[in-house]
């Protein structure tokens, strides 16, 4: 069990290539189940996930996420899943709290719970991507999202190709990342 | 190894009652690992971890947490170790992304990189809180940390009191958390 984790986030990556094979039920559900059991500011759970599973839809739904603009997701389409999380309304205790300390909590909680659905995802041998950059507006129609609500991101979810290698990851070193103390480097 | 990571997630919780026991170096170092490889928009990685572990400074970053409006976190002078996440500038890519599709990318990012160091402690047998209320202001004046950045959150460390029992998670049902294909519940 040592360092079974650690493993686990090695073995994550943004996948942009998909195989033509549905996700299997029970798979997709334990993703969700990861999601579901995400810790959140004041266990507020802002978040519901829209899972578009439905082919049709989720070629209208991907025709939203890439442009001449954001090429980087022309890979969409092929995948056979895409969930869409919607931010949902924080407590009230949330609420206070952000508003008095400045700091967008909803979004940090949204990271948290898709990343539990990604890894959850990576150790059933799926692979996933976070997109961040897809016309709203016309996705919340599709899916029928009321206007006054936000969609935080939405993930991609399928197989990858046989073969789909584990990249390299490119990161910060430690000493850029991690200070003892005080915020200044030493020295 | 089916559903390691599940049990992973069911273990870990709040931890708000510590030991009083430092943690291994190279316990907090996998922590840190773990944050280091974690996921970003564009691949920013807009954070910087400073570990408190100096008792003195602890205990001063400590008193910063709670007052009268924020009881819940009394606790906090117990930990051993304290971390603070620095939101750093995301590349430009993401900015411009952020910015035409308004949608605060680094807040998530922080939110995962902080979600990987708590999974990794509770694989290691350490407690961690997420804390999102705290006096930023003096907290980066004892920190050295620059007037014009952000702390995203602080995140306390140690070792839970033996004994110490994982709470039943109270979360939204499936069925209330997620919809497929159409966001309003059928019916």
């Not at 994550?12 to 995400?38: D, F, I, T």
Request: proline content about 6%; overall charge positive.
């Amino acid at each position: 069990m040592q360092n079974t984790f650690l493993s686990l986030v090695r073995s994550r990556q943004s996948v942009r290539k998909y195989e033509n094979r549905p996700v299997e039920a029970e798979k997709l559900q334990r993703c969700l189940e990861a999601a579901r059991l995400a810790p959140s500011a004041s266990n507020s759970q802002p978040w519901t996930f829209v899972v578009v599973n439905e082919p049709e839809l989720v070629k209208q739904v991907a025709r939203e996420t890439y442009g001449p603009l954001a090429t980087f997701n022309t890979f969409v389409p092929q995948a056979p899943v895409i969930i869409a999380i919607v931010i949902e309304k924080m407590k009230t205790i949330a609420q206070v709290g952000a508003y008095l300390k400045k700091r967008e909590f909803a979004l940090i909680d949204i990271g948290i719970a898709a990343e539990h659905f990604c890894l959850q995802a990576a150790e059933e041998g799926l692979g996933t991507c976070m997109l961040g950059w897809f016309n709203e507006k016309p996705i919340k129609k599709l899916l029928g999202i009321p206007d006054k609500k936000r969609i935080g991101l939405l993930i991609t979810l399928g197989y990858p190709p046989e073969g789909y290698t584990v990249s390299e990851k490119n990161r910060k070193g430690f000493d850029e990342m991690v200070r003892f103390n005080l915020y200044r480097k030493p020295g």
